[in-house]
């Protein structure tokens, strides 16, 4: 079905693997569209209760193929009409997605990292805002994610000089979620990514989409956002199971219904 990515179903974790390993996963238009169409899919798939972004070879995305775009390009319908529509798409869906950065994840690569929910890094991991190096500006959501993770001015620092940072550094900055061995990679991965999709899937579609709305709104406006989303909570399958395995004091299994 794809050319550019591959993807796999296993155990409810939808992971969804960009592969141009020679190229370091780096994006062209059809890559793009075809993350889009799969994150569009897994919106709609009931099977997937989490999804893992990752890269296939050494790096995780390398950002923009270059060798793709031919000089004065108009870099701002490219962005508009391949890039946002990616995000846009990462962005409405409600379900936990987590980037499983393996490698280097650069320009546009550590944009898409920044916007999913989670970001387990290998000890080979690192990140670089690599845009400012080409004369350009970061894109792709990372000026709107970076900040709210690691502050207006350390986001600003990393955007305008530019300097990679490894695993370690992105953990202290709180970029990173979890930083695993290389040894232990993909058991640390995937037990990770299992056990988010056992988790109730629906109110973790309402805590992001709260969370997400509350910069935005007032204290009072978000008040009655978090009754109005505890109400739909309070009405889910996996609401009753997790009273009644409190009650029987024995461990929930939840169907993310």
Same mark, same amino acid.
């Given at each position: 079905?794809?050319?550019?990515?591959?993807?796999?179903?296993?155990?409810?974790?939808?992971?969804?693997?960009?592969?141009?390993?020679?190229?370091?996963?780096?994006?062209?238009?059809?890559?793009?569209?075809?993350?889009?169409?799969?994150?569009?899919?897994?919106?709609?798939?009931?099977?997937?209760?989490a999804?893992?972004i990752?890269?296939?070879g050494?790096?995780?995305?390398?950002g923009?193929?270059?060798?793709?775009?031919?000089?004065?390009?108009?870099?701002?319908?490219?962005?508009?009409?391949?890039?946002?529509?990616?995000?846009?798409?990462?962005?409405?869906?409600?379900?936990?997605?987590?980037?499983?950065?393996?490698?280097?994840?650069?320009?546009?690569?550590?944009?898409? *990292?920044l /916007?999913?929910?989670?970001? &387990?890094?290998? %000890? +080979?991991? @690192?990140?670089?805002? !690599?845009?400012?190096?080409?004369?350009?500006?970061?894109?792709?959501?990372?000026?709107?994610?970076?900040?709210?993770?690691?502050?207006? *001015?350390? /986001?600003?620092?990393?955007? &305008?000089?530019g %300097? +990679?940072? @490894?695993?370690?550094? !992105?953990?202290?900055?709180?970029?990173?979620?979890?930083?695993?061995?290389?040894?232990?990679?993909?058991?640390?991965?995937?037990?990770? *990514?299992?056990?988010?999709?056992?988790m109730?899937?629906k109110?973790?579609?309402l805590?992001?989409?709260?969370?997400?709305?509350?910069?935005?709104?007032?204290?009072?406006e978000?008040?009655?956002?978090?009754?109005?989303?505890?109400?739909? *909570?309070?009405?889910?399958?996996?609401h009753?199971?997790?009273?009644?395995?409190?009650?029987?004091?024995?461990?929930?299994?939840?169907?993310?219904?």
């Open positions: 079905m794809y050319k550019t990515i591959l993807s796999d179903v296993h155990h409810h974790v939808l992971t969804i693997t960009l592969n141009r390993p020679a190229q370091l996963n780096a994006f062209t238009e059809q890559m793009l569209a075809e993350l889009t169409e799969a994150l569009k899919s897994a919106a709609k798939n009931d099977e997937v209760r999804i893992v990752t890269g296939a050494r790096a995780f995305c390398s923009q193929d270059l060798d793709s775009v031919h000089i004065g390009a108009d870099y701002g319908s490219i962005v508009r009409n391949q890039y946002n529509p990616m995000i846009q798409q990462l962005s409405n869906l409600e379900k936990p997605v987590i980037a499983a950065v393996n490698g280097v994840a650069a320009g546009a690569g550590f944009s898409l *990292a /916007a999913c929910d989670f970001r &387990i890094v290998s %000890e +080979k991991a @690192s990140f670089l805002a !690599a845009f400012i190096h080409v004369g350009l500006v970061p894109d792709t959501g990372l000026l709107y994610h970076l900040p709210r993770i690691v502050g207006h *001015a350390k /986001a600003l620092e990393l955007a &305008i000089l %300097e +990679k940072l @490894s695993a370690v550094k !992105a953990l202290e900055l709180g970029i990173a979620t979890k930083l695993f061995t290389e040894a232990n990679w993909e058991e640390e991965a995937a037990r990770f *990514a299992e056990n988010i999709a056992k109730p899937t109110a973790i579609g805590i992001k989409r709260y969370t997400v709305q509350s910069w935005e709104e007032s204290l009072y978000m008040l009655e956002k978090e009754a109005y989303a505890q109400r739909i *909570a309070g009405r889910t399958e996996d009753r199971e997790g009273i009644a395995a409190f009650l029987e004091k024995r461990k929930a299994c939840f169907q993310g219904k």
